[in-house]
T-cell receptor, first 120, second 110 residues
Framework: GAVVSQHPSRVICKSGTSVKIECRSL??????MFWYRQFPKQSLMLMAT?????????EQGVEKDKFLINHASLTLSTLTVTSAHPEDSSFYIC????????????????FGPGTRLLVL | KQEVTQIPAALSVPEGENLVLNCSFT??????LQWFRQDPGKGLTSLLL?????REQTSGRLNASLDKSSGRSTLYIAASQPGDSATYLC?????????FGTGTRLTVIP
């Protein structure tokens, strides 16, 4: 159980275009989804946290107008990279937290397989 | 702010050796600690999750320990195999966020 999928797994786009990445929790409902970014040979950096039905909370230094996050349902969150530039090329990973109470287990995040974005 | 550090950053061992990866964190107020494996260009594979009330977890050749008071965790890999070669990440769960370590890149030499 607790499977998270991402689509697409890999995308190549031209500079100036927008790219949408989907993150789905397949067999559970997620009140909260997280978007991370990973540069080569570096660890994951949290970009934003999204709660279903409300605006996302962005980490310091992340442009909310460039990285649009929508969390319209308990099983789907999307990240749209608007007007992409080569420096946006990266590995984007989402995770989802199980709907539940305040125990440690309910805070466990389940990760998607990631999306490789290359902007030419 | 929670800071998570992993030592060593890289490690090469001959096949068959037992090895230990280290993870330290600055704030002991955590809900759980998780060890992940990441292969090049791939996503994260969860290996072991230790709740804050637990001291260790085992899965096959892997054993993870947690000493919350000292802010440390170790991942022990027994009888290493070339297929164990990957980057290993530890992550601690705070009240709202998951904080990742810097990772240890493991190479097991046949």
């Amino acid at each position: 159980g607790a499977v998270v999928s991402q689509h697409p797994s890999r995308v190549i786009c031209k500079s100036g275009t927008s790219v949408k990445i989907e993150c789905r929790s397949l067999d559970f409902q997620a009140t909260t989804m997280f978007w991370y970014r990973q540069f080569p040979k570096q660890s994951l950096m949290l970009m934003a946290t999204s709660n279903e039905g409300s605006k996302a909370t962005y980490e310091q230094g992340v442009e909310k107008d460039k990285f649009l996050i929508n969390h319209a349902s308990l099983t789907l969150s999307t990240l749209t990279v608007t007007s992409a530039h080569p420096e946006d090329s990266s590995f984007y990973i989402c995770s989802a937290r199980v709907l539940g109470g305040a125990s440690g287990s309910s805070r466990t995040q389940y990760f998607g397989p990631g999306t490789r974005l290359l902007v030419l | 702010k929670q800071e998570v550090t992993q030592i060593p950053a890289a490690l090469s061992v001959p096949e068959g050796e037992n090895l230990v990866l280290n993870c330290s964190f600055t704030d002991s107020a955590i809900y759980n600690l998780q060890w992940f494996r990441q292969d090049p260009g791939k996503g994260l594979t969860s290996l072991l999750l230790i709740q804050s009330s637990q001291r260790e977890q085992t899965s096959g050749r892997l054993n993870a320990s947690l000493d919350k008071s000292s802010g440390r965790s170790t991942l022990y890999i027994a009888a290493s195999q070339p297929g164990d070669s990957a980057t290993y990440l530890c992550a601690v769960q705070g009240a709202n966020n998951l904080f990742f370590g810097t990772g240890t890149r493991l190479t097991v030499i046949p």
